[in-house]
């Protein structure tokens, strides 16, 4: 049989199926003879009956309808797509956060001016400590103080005197109270001041008599060198003889050895009252920087034994109780809420899910105090998220994350419900968006992986 012979039967016979399909499409909507109506069709046996009765068309309908029905869902997983969340529990907060109030140093109570829940304003004296011992130090150095600037103002006037020739004026209380931050007495002042005359007067007495003896050995210095002179010239034309001269020359350098003594006395006696003031000037001055650090010091925890508010708020886990109570260092004494503030959700989020977090990113925050599904969300932002995660007994490794509230208050009820801090939040964080139809087959996929890869 040749080729053409063997493709004419097959055309021919795919031909013959054609027509007979095509007559039977036409004539489809037609009631062959010989089927029954339908009501005399349900005395039939059960196959039968399926055979005789004609398909009814809400079947087809509801055919058409399921499978648009599913085209649509297959289009809308393919074309559609859903919002990828990160949940996290947290709370609501103050952004400036309550207060820990403790103190610097261990201390005795000796004032406790609150009581739990109680406002208080920022500066308010919260509880004072015991400052017998900072005051006794406080007042040492003050004493010091006064003594040092005292002695300085008292050697300054006296190396004043002796330069200028008349009594020392030491400086009026006012002034050397002023000059060091003093707390100088007038009784004090009175008693430098007696005392810097006494050493002047001292002095000037001496130097009466070095002057005196000055004027005495320069009066006679002339007379003892003009005798010497004229016995020296009697001693060369041999009217006296030479031991008379020598005796005469030897007084006059005897009285110009006691007119530089007593020059050199002077000297020395001014050096030496210079050089002492100067000495007990500078270590004045040692003990005035020295008595100044110390008072600071002393200030400086006097000020840190009396607690005072931080910020304007509501005393919370007042922690002493008792007056004369031992408060340890560092230890928390109690806590103050703020009264105001911006509000914001402090959430954790689990390891897992930190890497896809984001500053910026809106998050959805649920009130569990208001269900959510009937009083809705309020927005959010991310605003900080931790650099380190904090170890949790219960849940692990967790993030601490910061979200801003964008709005305070809910709609409950016809009246805006305000949000307080401690209020627990669920906040769903918004990280990106994916298909449906990934989300539906995401598992099969990981499921298929990880059978693939095992032995």
């Known amino acids: 049989m040749s080729l053409r012979h063997y493709l004419g039967a097959w055309a021919a016979l795919w031909g013959r199926y054609g027509r007979v399909l095509a007559f039977h499409w036409r004539h489809r909507r037609q009631r062959p003879a010989g089927l029954l109506h339908e009501d005399e069709a349900e005395f039939l046996p059960a196959a039968l009956a399926v055979q005789e009765r004609p398909v009814s068309p809400t079947l087809r309908l509801i055919a058409w309808l399921l499978m648009l ?8 997983s393919l074309l559609g797509r859903m919002d990828i969340i990160v949940q996290a529990e947290g709370k609501v907060v103050l952004s400036e956060r309550t207060k820990t109030v403790a103190a610097v140093e261990t201390g005795r109570v000796a004032q406790l001016r609150v009581r739990e829940g109680q406002s208080v304003r920022a500066g308010d004296l919260l509880l004072q400590l015991d400052t017998r011992l900072v005051e006794a130090e406080q007042g040492k150095a003050h004493n010091e103080l006064n003594q040092a600037a005292l002695v300085q103002a008292r050697n300054q006037a006296l190396l004043q005197a002796l330069e200028l020739g008349r009594r020392p004026r030491l400086p009026t209380l006012q002034a050397i109270n002023a000059a060091h931050g003093a707390r ?40 003892a060198s003009s005798q010497a002179e004229r016995y020296r010239k009697l001693a060369q034309s041999r009217d006296v003889s030479q031991d008379a001269w020598q005796e005469r020359q030897q007084a006059a350098l005897a009285i110009q050895a006691r007119l530089n003594d007593a020059r050199n006395q002077r000297q020395v006696l001014l050096a030496q009252t210079r050089r002492q003031a100067m000495d007990e000037i500078a270590q004045a001055r040692r003990v005035i920087d020295a008595a100044r650090q110390d008072i600071e010091r002393s200030a400086a925890s006097s000020a840190l034994l009396h607690i005072t508010a931080p910020v304007d708020g509501t005393v919370q886990q007042l ?23 911006p509000l914001e959700v402090e959430a954790f989020v689990e390891n897992k899910d930190v890497g ?100």
């Open 184 to 223: 100088v007495a007038q009784a004090e002042h009175a008693e430098a001041a007696r005392h810097v005359l006494a050493q002047y007067e001292d002095v000037a007495a001496r130097l009466r008599l070095l002057d005196d003896e000055l004027r005495i050995q320069r009066q006679a210095l002339p007379l």
């Open 319 to 341: 922690a002493i109780h008792t007056l004369g109570g031992v408060v340890p260092a560092a230890q928390p004494i109690m806590q103050i809420v703020p009264q105001q503030g």
């Open 69 to 76: 029905l599913a085209l649509a869902v297959l289009l809308w």
């Open 356 to 455: 896809f977090l984001a500053v910026g990113q809106p998050v959805a925050l649920k009130v569990q105090a208001f269900e959510y599904t009937k009083y809705g969300t309020l927005p959010g932002r991310v605003q900080h998220i931790s650099r380190d995660a904090i170890a949790d007994e219960q849940r692990g490794l967790l993030y601490a994350v910061r979200i801003a509230m964008e709005q305070q208050s809910l709609p409950v009820q016809g009246r805006q419900a305000p949000i307080v801090p401690g209020m627990a939040i669920t906040a769903e964080i918004k990280t990106g968006e994916r298909r449906v139809i990934e989300y539906v087959l995401s598992p099969l996929m990981q499921h298929a992986h990880e059978a693939l890869d095992e032995r």
